[in-house]
Each structure stands twice: as C-alpha cells, then as structure tokens.
C-alpha cells in the first residue's frame, strides 16, 4: 500500500511539473508575442534605433568572442579567469590567429555595413589582418584591457 501511494505521489509531482512547464513556456511564448506585436505598432524611427542596439550589441560580442579566444587559447593568460578551472591551459598560436582572423572579418564587415550598406572589400581584408596579428600576439595585448 505504501508503495501505491510514493507511485501516486511521483507521478503527480511529474504532471505538476509538466503543466508548470507547460504554463511557463505558453506565457513566455505569448509574451514575446505581444512585445512583437508592439513593436510592429510603433514608428519607423524606433525599429531603426533598434537596429542599430543590435547592431552595436553583436559589434560588441565579436570583441568579446575575440579577447575570449585569446584567453582559450594562450598558455600565459591569467589562471584566475573561471574557465580555467575546467579547460586545460591550450597554447596555440596558429588556432588562436586563424579564429582571431574570422573574427577580425566579421567586426570590419559588421562595421562596414554600419557606416555604409556597400560591402568593400578592402576593409573585409583589412579587418582579417588586423584579426590574424591580434590573434598572434595573444595576451600580450590582450593583458592591457582592463575591465
């Protein structure tokens, strides 16, 4: 008897759960949509300010994604950063160039298409050497940004 009722309890605590789960993600679901619905309601001006707020925001993601390649991928980078404590300390120059580079591409690319909506692609290749160079030297330029 007491096994029907732990049985009865787990199984009820799992349809809770469920239905929890279900009302979380139908009202996040909904809100989204009205935000969505909002936003279609407003003046042009704003979508554009938008834009450009996701615009910047990527911009600064790329950077990130770039110092934290150095951090990765570079033996002297500083041991109290958290994601040393599960990855083994990688010293790889090359990976840490090439990653860079892509990265150097996509912020003088991103950044072309802010100031111009024309792709030149000298810029492209600028942004991939500056890119490369950054990711060769590593920390060395990477230890004078302080936040």
């Known amino acids: 008897?007491?096994?029907?009722?732990?049985r009865a309890r787990t199984t009820l605590r799992r349809?809770?759960?469920?239905?929890i789960t279900l009302l979380f993600f139908s009202a996040l679901f909904g809100c989204v949509f009205l935000v969505a619905a909002f936003l279609n309601l407003l003046p042009d001006a704003f979508h554009a300010s938008l834009a450009k707020i996701g615009e910047t925001a990527l911009l600064v993601w790329l950077l990130g994604?770039?110092?934290?390649?150095?951090?990765a991928l570079d033996r002297s980078a500083p041991e109290f950063i958290?994601?040393?404590s599960w990855l083994k300390p990688v010293h790889s120059p090359r990976w840490r160039a090439v990653i860079c580079s892509?990265?150097?591409t996509a912020v003088a690319g991103l950044i072309a298409h802010m100031v111009s909506p024309?792709?030149?692609?000298p810029w492209m290749l600028l942004g991939t050497v500056i890119g490369f160079m950054f990711g060769w030297f590593g920390w060395r330029w990477a230890r004078h940004i302080d936040f």
């Open 65 to 71: 994604a770039a110092y934290g390649t150095v951090i």
């Open 102 to 104: 892509l990265l150097g």
């Open 118 to 121: 024309v792709f030149d692609w």
């Open 1 to 6: 008897m007491t096994f029907d009722v732990l």
């Open 15 to 19: 349809l809770v759960g469920a239905a």
């Open 82 to 84: 958290a994601v040393r």
